[in-house]
C-alpha cells in the first residue's frame, strides 16, 4: 500500500483483490478497453475477487461521493464500463465457469467472457446462446439481451437466464430469480448493467451435437439480389437456420454483402438442412465449414 492515498489504502485494506491507483504499473493496461477510442482515467480500479469485494467497493464510492463503473468483459463500445475519475469495478477476476452436465446448468462470473462458456459446455456436448464472438462479455451482453446463432432455436441470452447474484446499491448481496426477485430479475433480462453487480449468472444449457457455419460473400454488383436472397429464405426459415447479413466495404475486394450462415446439424428424415445455394446469386462465393464438437458415442444421429 506503499505510497497509496490514505482513502485508496482503506480500499485496498477492505478487498482481497489488488487495487489499481494511477501509480500502479498495470493502472494503463487495466483501464483499457475494446475500444481503442475510449481514453478515460479513473481515480482508482478495484480487482475484485468476489462478492465481499465488490459490497466493499460499491461502499467505498459512495463514501468518497464517486461514480462507479461496472467492467465484465470490457466490450461496451460506448466505453459504460470505465470512467473518469471515479471508482471501476472491475470483475475480470471472477471469470470461471461451472457446468453441471446433469442438470444442464451453468454457473458463470460476473467477468467471464463467451470463450470460456463455450468450451467449457462444448466439452459436454452443451452450447447456450451467447454472442456471435467469444471475446465478448457474458455479463454486457446478457444484460443487455445478447443475440447469438443459436437464437431460433433457444432465443436471447437473456431467455436462458436461470439465476443472478447481485451486488445491490446499498452493499446487500441477493440470488435473484423469477421466484425470488421477481422485479429485479425482470429488470436484468435487457435492463442493462444498472440495476446493481452481478457476479455470478446461471443458465440453462442445450444439448448440440454439431454446427455447420460459413461465410458466403457476393460481388457488390450483386448485393440488393444478396439481401433479396436474404430476406425470402429467413421468412420460411426453419429454426435451426441463422442467417446474419453484412455489407463489408473492408474485409472483402470490391465491397461485398456477405451472408453468414450457422445451422446446427437435422437428424435424417427432417425438413431442411442445406441452406438452399441452387438460389443463390451468381457470383456467390461459398465457404461452409462443419464445427465438430467433441465425439459422444452414445450419439449416431
Ligand atoms: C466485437 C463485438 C461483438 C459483439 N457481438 C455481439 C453479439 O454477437 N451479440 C450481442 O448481443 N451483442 C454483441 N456485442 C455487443 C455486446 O453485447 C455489448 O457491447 C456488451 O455490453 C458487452 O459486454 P461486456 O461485459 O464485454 O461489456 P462491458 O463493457 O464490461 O460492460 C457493458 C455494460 O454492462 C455493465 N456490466 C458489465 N458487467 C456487469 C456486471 N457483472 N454486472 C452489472 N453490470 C455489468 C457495464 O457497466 C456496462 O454498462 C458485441 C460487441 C462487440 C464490441
Redesign the pocket.
Known sequence: MEGMSQPVARLQHSLRGPVLDRHHPAYDVART???GMIDRHPEVIACCAGSDDVAAAVDWAQSEGLPA?????????AG??VCDDGLVID?RLLGGVQVDPESRRVKVG??A?WRSVDAASAAHRLAMPG???D???????T??????HLIGLHGL?LDNLVSADVVLADGGVVTATDATEPELFWSLRGG??NF????EFEFALHPLTAVWGGIITYPRSHMCDAIRLFRDVMASAPDELTLMCFADNEKVPDGAASITRLLRRRRPGRRGGRPPASREPAGAQRRPRPHELPADPGDAG
Open positions: 478497453t475494446f475500444n463503473a461496472i467492467r465484465g468483459g470490457g466490450h461496451s463500445v459504460h464500463s470483475l460476473g467477468g467472457v454472442g456471435t464472438y471475446t465478448t462479455g457474458v455479463a454486457g451482453l444484460l443487455g439481451g445478447g443475440i447469438g441470452t442493462g448493467g446493481g453487480v452481478v457476479t
